[in-house]
């Protein structure tokens, strides 16, 4: 296993999954951190370039590092977003969607009050049994802030802390470009568009965790995102992804540190249990709202199909009876129901 450290040479682009095309009315948004779909398929192409497979031989590539459809024995955990610390990499984590503002200006937070049952003679149409009062403005601004890892174990406590501004470790640059006809090689008539990339504050950077490929140098420069922008990997001494607890707290919360998909939306059609042992009941949920992840099969020259993830951020609140824990057989401790092994479902235990 690894520890990939990845720094922007420049710039990057991981483009969210909207449509776009020059001269229309939308524009090329970038998503920072990426989806775990983007920084799978950077890193199983640069493992043909490590392995020296030769990119014409299909059989040889599905060999080396499986299909669109079967990984293999790669296994990820990220990205997550870090920055150095002297020697070490800190993660960065999104602000959690039952966050409540303290101190605007200082970028303090602090989780909801408990959740409870509606008054007496109020009648809502909510799916669980109690309700979240978010009562300041929670969450609101174009982009949330950043907690980092032990603040976040502190806020899954119930205790008040700060959180960094996106920009204090990202920013975001916009570029205007306009299409060509390849037949006339000339500038296309109204096919003006505009991108949207990131760049990395210094010493910020992506963490992934890489299980399955063993033979990497060191450090060395891959390609990532759109247009292929280049990043500098490092293998470096991350701390471990910390453990659930076992068992559970009576009352717990699940934190997605990374998307996940549920084939009913916002939660799984045939209940909890498949990711838990013993009786639990969620009895409320902060979800923030859903992002569409797709992808294209460069092998089969498709597009794959989209799905529609619960965004990382998202809180669950849970009561169990009796002792109850997360099943040991799940692939990396993952809550989701696709994508486990490319580090979808990502989850942090809190208690309420």
């Given amino acids: 296993?690894?520890?990939?450290?990845?720094?922007?040479?420049?710039?990057?682009?991981?483009?969210?999954?909207?449509?776009?095309?020059?001269?229309?009315?939308?524009?090329?948004?970038?998503?920072?951190?990426?989806?775990?779909?983007?920084?799978?398929?950077?890193?199983?192409?640069h493992h043909l370039v490590v392995q020296g497979v030769n990119l014409n031989?299909?059989?040889?590539?599905?060999?080396?590092?499986?299909?669109?459809?079967?990984?293999?024995?790669?296994?990820?955990?990220?990205?997550?977003?870090?920055?150095?610390?002297?020697?070490?990499?800190?993660?960065?984590?999104?602000q959690p969607a039952d966050a409540v503002t303290?101190?605007?200006?200082?970028?303090?937070?602090?989780?909801?009050?408990?959740?409870?049952?509606?008054?007496?003679?109020?009648?809502?149409?909510?799916?669980t049994p109690l309700l979240l009062?978010?009562?300041?403005?929670?969450?609101?601004?174009?982009?949330?802030?950043?907690?980092?890892?032990?603040?976040?174990?502190?806020?899954?406590?119930?205790?008040?802390v700060a959180g960094a501004p996106a920009k204090a470790l990202f920013q975001r640059e916009s570029r205007f470009g306009i299409g060509l006809d390849r037949r006339r090689h000339t500038a296309a008539e109204g096919a003006l568009y505009e991108a949207e990339f990131i760049r990395p504050c210094p010493g910020v950077g992506l963490l992934v965790e890489v299980e399955g490929y063993d033979s990497w140098p060191r450090s060395g420069v891959l390609r990532i995102g759109g247009e292929g922008r280049a990043a500098w990997f490092e293998q470096v001494a991350a701390p471990p992804w910390p453990a659930p607890p076992d068992p559970l707290p009576e009352r717990f919360t699940l934190y997605f540190a990374t998307p996940a998909y549920f084939t009913d939306g916002w939660r799984p059609q045939g209940g909890w249990g498949q990711f838990f042992l013993g009786h639990v009941e969620l009895v409320a949920a902060a979800v923030g709202r859903y992002e569409s992840v797709g992808g294209f099969d460069l092998a089969e020259g498709k597009h794959k199909p989209a799905r529609r993830y619960v965004p990382a951020g998202s809180v669950y609140y849970f009561r169990a009876t009796g002792e109850a824990r997360l099943r040991p057989e799940l692939v990396q401790g993952a809550v989701t129901e696709h994508g486990a092994a490319l580090g979808f479902g990502q989850v942090l235990i809190g208690e309420w």
């Fill in 133 to 160: 009062g978010l009562d300041d403005e929670a969450g609101k601004g174009e982009e949330g802030l950043w907690l980092r890892e032990a603040d976040l174990h502190r806020y899954l406590q119930g205790e008040t």
């Fill in 1 to 45: 296993m690894m520890d990939l450290f990845l720094e922007a040479v420049d710039v990057w682009l991981f483009r969210d999954g909207r449509p776009f095309d020059a001269g229309s009315d939308h524009r090329a948004r970038s998503l920072f951190p990426p989806y775990p779909t983007v920084i799978q398929g950077a890193l199983r192409s």
């Fill in 102 to 127: 303290v101190d605007r200006p200082q970028c303090t937070l602090r989780p909801a009050s408990r959740p409870r049952a509606p008054d007496d003679g109020v009648l809502t149409g909510a799916p």
């Fill in 57 to 94: 031989d299909r059989q040889a590539v599905e060999a080396a590092v499986g299909t669109a459809d079967d990984v293999r024995n790669l296994r990820l955990r990220g990205p997550f977003l870090v920055r150095r610390e002297g020697d070490r990499v800190a993660r960065y984590l999104p």
